[in-house]
């Protein structure tokens, strides 16, 4: 069984009617709800309202791939919270960012970089499918679309990717790296740009087909070698003894 942990910032659902109405049991809840579709899937839903912000060593620990979704609420989750998970991916969970997670603390500990972008309100996405032989577009097609999503625009700050899997055209004109895998230590790590709380793209079937072969590529395959491996214990500080 794969253990996934669905993180959110659970802002936006508690102030915003609108949101509310799409996402009546929050954002990690329907993620959830469709991830628990998949019987080799076991799933839990964590809020940063939970003790130690849903990201305790106990959870982490029993986390084979962490998804995670937020928007504004960055800054309020501590460095060390945030250094606890740069770490379990180090040493060999699997990291799933959504949306404005590019900013998250985590991300961006692991990216290196600003992980800044473009952006605007509201706009229609075709979602390019230009790595179809990667397990992550399994049963996506050539293209599909987004009738409404928050358009996000290069350029993208962020390492080159080991893989793109994704292009984002929008009807403004601009494109974007809309689905990026990285390998950091034994961690892999999949971006993935549609969700904005705005609107329903978490309900869109090639959405969530993407997401549940995300978290498939993204588990880890020998967390044992991880575990063994004198660099679960602290990689910076032997690169620093070297």
């Known amino acids: ?3 996934v ?3 959110n910032e659970f ?3 508690t102030v915003n009617e609108e949101v509310r109405k799409i996402y009546p049991e929050g954002i990690h809840g329907a993620i959830k709800a469709f991830l628990s579709e998949e019987e080799d899937f076991t799933v839990r839903a964590v809020t940063m309202s939970d003790p130690e912000f849903g990201l305790s060593e106990e959870i982490l620990n029993s986390t084979d791939v962490l998804i995670w979704w937020a928007h504004v609420k960055h800054g309020e989750v501590p460095d060390a919270v945030a250094a606890r998970v740069k770490e379990r991916v180090l040493k060999g969970m ?7 997670a590019h900013l998250c603390k985590p991300f961006t500990m692991l990216m290196g970089t600003s992980c800044g972008l473009r952006w605007r309100d509201n706009d229609r996405e075709r979602i390019w499918n230009v790595n179809p032989s990667h397990p992550i577009a399994k049963g996506i097609g050539d293209y599909f ?3 409404h999503e928050e358009m996000y625009g290069e350029y993208f700050d962020i390492p080159v990717p080991e893989d793109i899997i994704f292009l984002g055209w929008f009807k403004g004109g601009e494109v974007f790296r809309s689905g990026c895998t990285f390998r950091r230590g034994y ?3 999949f971006y993935f740009q549609p969700g904005h709380e705005e609107h329903p793209t978490y309900y869109n079937p090639n959405v969530q087909k993407i997401i549940k072969n995300a978290v498939r ?4 395959v020998n967390t044992r070698a991880a575990i063994d491996s004198p660099w679960a214990e602290s990689p910076e500080k032997l ?3 070297k």
């Open 11 to 13: 802002y936006h659902e």
């Open 5 to 7: 942990t669905v993180w």
């Open 145 to 147: 679309e987004l009738d």
């Open 217 to 220: 590529w993204t588990a880890p």
């Open 187 to 189: 961690g892999k790590i």
């Open 94 to 100: 699997g990291f799933i960012g959504l949306h404005s």
């Open 239 to 241: 690169l620093a003894e």
């Open 1 to 3: 069984m794969i253990r």
